[in-house]
């Protein structure tokens, strides 16, 4: 887990709500493609949220390998 993946997941998730807010703030002022924005930032947090998991959850099995052989 480099720092420069965490700044990207980070930032992607920073992205994703800012287009659901932007998209929320444009629907009050009856803004007519208010809807998709929110739908794209809901999407792009849903991914962002997908990957990361993702990668935590390999992260996880390669220390629990890496604790397995200091046991050893």
Do not use: H
């Amino acid at each position: 887990m480099t720092s420069r993946t965490n700044l990207i997941i980070n930032v992607m998730y920073a992205l994703s709500a800012f287009t659901v807010l932007l998209g929320a703030f444009l629907r009050i002022i009856n803004y007519t493609n208010s809807n998709l924005l929110i739908i794209i930032g809901f999407v792009a947090g849903a991914l962002t949220i997908c990957y990361d998991s993702i990668r935590l959850k390999r992260r996880i099995k390669q220390l629990e390998e890496q604790l397995k052989l200091k046991e050893k």
